[in-house]
């Protein structure tokens, strides 16, 4: 193997280590040079490459899969139930259209939802200005609501987050009492609302149920989490007629 | 499968491949939270799919699978354009020296610039270990165009790293 075949192959699969490319290491400084060049190389793009994990990631998944088993072994009796009723009703009230989900599982979702990227989130959006108009209403359109111009101001970051009944949206809002964490839940009613969830690290939240589905505002304790809440569900408009 | 050899099975899972999955996410989706959802919704998807997974030397390959289809079902279209290494690192704890983090971040940036078609192969087999023939399989390519393509890849990458004067050495190889 001449060389230029060496570095080649070091560039290519340099974890390879077969007969041919342990002589051909050997075979004179140039070589060598070439191979310690590529080792070096490497170390730094593993270094480059392993991104700090999210806390107990493979816990979290964990965790979220036995809720969900759990949720929905408590929902088959319910379903089951709701297709007797369907088969003798003749109108279909919007209720049936979004099962409620029980406060216990509320709860444990909204815990492990905070537990899982909330304070990394809020912390990823400390500093940042005014996110892009058009990339909220964008994320916000997937589920037929608009945001008001005022709240809009507010919002500093937007994703797409899991809620117990598909995606729900994620947001990071700067308000006069402090950053606050906004949950959106499109297909989840609460059975009692509003409802306060206090959570770890000294903060709160307070889950009420909008025109459709439901949304958890998180903010510290002593920030009047239920006026805030209040204000912001008044702030969004939901498309009329709109199936998600 | 009864319910509680399946769980353990799910759990092994979720323990061996999560943390690896992430980090392919993280370079897939360039956003450290996003990749944080994608992960997350893989292994509910793998959960529902488990009993379809009979040779267990597979599970790592066919993880990606579900891994890369989930992102370009549900994500692909919601990942912002990122040119943000924050985006990408949100903490991070090391024992190297400034000069070291300096090289570091400087690839970081420079595997954020590269296109996916050179980013995804490399990431592949630097991060999960797949061999260049897996990687072929999982890409749908020829290995030769595997090859190519992380060939490619590091060059850009050493590119990036190397003083101007240095530049050179690489490309005599193309």
Known sequence: MNLLEFKRRLMTDPGERSPEMRRARASGEEFAEAALESD????????????????????????????????????WPQLTAVAAVLAVAVVVT??????????????QHIAWHWELDGPQVLAASAGRFQADPDQVQQVLAEFGVQVE???LAQVRMTKFCPTPNGAGAHIVLATASGPVTLYYMPRTRLPSSPASIPLEDGMEAVALNVERGSLAVIAEKGADTPALAREIARQLAFAPGMTI | MKDAERKRRFDALARQYSDDLFRFGVWLCGDHALANDLVQ?????????????KDAGAAKSWLITILRREYARTFERKVPPITDI??????????????DRTERDLL???MLELERKYSEPLVLQAVM???????????????????????????????KLQPPERGGNIHELA
Do not use: C, Y
């Not at chain 2, 924050?86 to 000069?99: F, H, K, L």
């Not at chain 2, 072929?136 to 050493?158: C, D, H, I």
């Open chain 1, 149 to 151: 111009p005022e709240l």
């Open chain 2, 86 to 99: 924050d985006n990408v690192v949100v903490a991070e704890e090391s024992e190297q020296t400034p000069e």
């Open chain 2, 129 to 159: 270990g797949l061999s260049i023939a897996e990687i072929a399989a999982q890409l749908e390519l020829t290995e030769s165009a595997v090859m190519t393509r992380v060939f490619r890849a590091r060059e850009k990458l050493k590119d």
């Open chain 2, 41 to 53: 919704e893989t292994f509910m998807r793998a959960w529902k799919a488990l009993d379809s997974l």
């Open chain 1, 40 to 75: 070096r190389f490497e170390a730094v793009l593993q270094h480059a490459l392993n991104v700090p994990v999210p806390h107990a990631l493979a816990e979290s998944i964990i965790l979220r899969q036995s809720l969900d088993n759990e949720s929905r072994r408590r929902l």
């Open chain 1, 94 to 107: 919007s209720v049936m259209l979004f099962p409620k989900t029980s406060m216990v599982d509320l709860r």
């Open chain 2, 108 to 110: 970081r940036k420079a």
